[in-house]
Protein backbone atom coordinates (compact mmCIF):
# COMPACT_ATOMS: atom_id res chain seq x y z
CA UNK A 1 0.00 0.00 0.00
CA UNK A 2 1.47 3.32 -0.69
CA UNK A 3 2.30 5.56 1.84
CA UNK A 4 -0.35 8.55 2.11
CA UNK A 5 0.43 12.42 0.69
CA UNK A 6 0.49 15.20 2.56
CA UNK A 7 -3.20 15.72 0.88
CA UNK A 8 -4.43 12.53 2.24
CA UNK A 9 -3.17 13.66 5.78
CA UNK A 10 -4.32 17.14 6.17
CA UNK A 11 -8.28 16.28 4.52
CA UNK A 12 -8.41 13.35 6.98
CA UNK A 13 -7.45 15.04 9.71
CA UNK A 14 -9.28 18.18 9.12
CA UNK A 15 -12.13 15.76 8.26
CA UNK A 16 -12.07 14.17 11.81
CA UNK A 17 -11.64 17.16 14.35
CA UNK A 18 -14.45 19.50 12.37
CA UNK A 19 -16.76 16.53 12.48
CA UNK A 20 -16.00 15.84 15.76
CA UNK A 21 -16.64 19.06 17.25
CA UNK A 22 -19.93 19.91 14.71
CA UNK A 23 -21.64 16.51 16.06
CA UNK A 24 -20.80 16.97 19.36
CA UNK A 25 -21.92 20.52 19.06
CA UNK A 26 -25.27 19.38 17.55
CA UNK A 27 -25.71 16.42 19.63
CA UNK A 28 -25.19 17.87 22.81
CA UNK A 29 -24.32 14.79 24.36
CA UNK A 30 -21.77 14.33 27.78
CA UNK A 31 -21.94 11.05 27.93
CA UNK A 32 -18.77 8.69 28.02
CA UNK A 33 -20.83 6.16 25.30
CA UNK A 34 -21.88 8.70 23.28
CA UNK A 35 -19.10 10.79 23.23
CA UNK A 36 -16.64 7.48 22.21
CA UNK A 37 -19.72 6.72 19.32
CA UNK A 38 -19.41 10.06 18.09
CA UNK A 39 -15.49 10.02 17.95
CA UNK A 40 -15.77 6.41 16.31
CA UNK A 41 -18.15 8.01 13.73
CA UNK A 42 -15.57 10.78 13.18
CA UNK A 43 -13.04 8.82 12.91
CA UNK A 44 -14.35 6.50 10.34
CA UNK A 45 -15.35 9.63 7.93
CA UNK A 46 -12.07 11.22 7.74
CA UNK A 47 -10.57 7.77 6.95
CA UNK A 48 -13.06 7.23 4.23
CA UNK A 49 -12.51 11.09 3.01
CA UNK A 50 -8.77 10.80 3.09
CA UNK A 51 -9.17 7.73 1.58
CA UNK A 52 -11.17 9.08 -1.40
CA UNK A 53 -8.68 12.04 -2.48
CA UNK A 54 -7.27 11.26 -5.83
CA UNK A 55 -3.62 10.09 -5.53
CA UNK A 56 -1.15 12.23 -7.80
CA UNK A 57 -0.42 11.14 -11.35
CA UNK A 58 3.39 9.90 -11.60
CA UNK A 59 4.77 12.43 -14.93
CA UNK A 60 8.18 12.11 -16.32
CA UNK A 61 10.54 10.12 -17.65
CA UNK A 62 9.99 7.17 -14.76
CA UNK A 63 6.06 7.33 -15.69
CA UNK A 64 6.24 5.51 -19.33
CA UNK A 65 8.40 2.66 -17.98
CA UNK A 66 9.59 0.05 -20.61
CA UNK A 67 6.59 1.38 -23.21
CA UNK A 68 8.25 4.79 -23.82
CA UNK A 69 11.86 2.74 -24.49
CA UNK A 70 10.04 0.43 -27.63
CA UNK A 71 8.19 3.68 -28.97
CA UNK A 72 11.52 5.48 -29.53
CA UNK A 73 13.24 2.87 -31.95
CA UNK A 74 13.09 2.52 -35.65
CA UNK A 75 13.66 -0.08 -38.10
CA UNK A 76 16.87 1.41 -40.92
CA UNK A 77 16.45 0.14 -44.07
CA UNK A 78 19.66 -2.71 -43.45
CA UNK A 79 16.36 -3.95 -40.58
CA UNK A 80 18.93 -2.39 -38.06
CA UNK A 81 17.01 -0.90 -35.14
CA UNK A 82 18.28 2.98 -34.98
CA UNK A 83 16.79 4.74 -31.83
CA UNK A 84 15.33 7.77 -32.39
CA UNK A 85 17.38 11.03 -31.35
CA UNK A 86 16.82 12.53 -27.98
CA UNK A 87 15.64 16.20 -27.58
CA UNK A 88 17.02 18.38 -24.70
CA UNK A 89 14.65 18.90 -22.09
CA UNK A 90 14.17 22.53 -22.51
CA UNK A 91 12.41 21.84 -25.72
CA UNK A 92 9.50 20.35 -24.31
CA UNK A 93 6.77 22.04 -23.59
CA UNK A 94 5.92 22.83 -19.70
CA UNK A 95 2.68 21.65 -19.03
CA UNK A 96 0.73 23.17 -16.07
Do not use: C, F, K, N
Not at 3 to 32: D, E, H, K, N, W
Not at 71 to 83: L, M, S, W
Amino acid sequence: MPRPTAAQLAYGSATVIVSTIAMLLLSQTSTVLGVAVISAAALALGLLVALTVPQPRRRGRHAAGRAGQAAATATAADGHRVPEPRTAPAEHPVRL
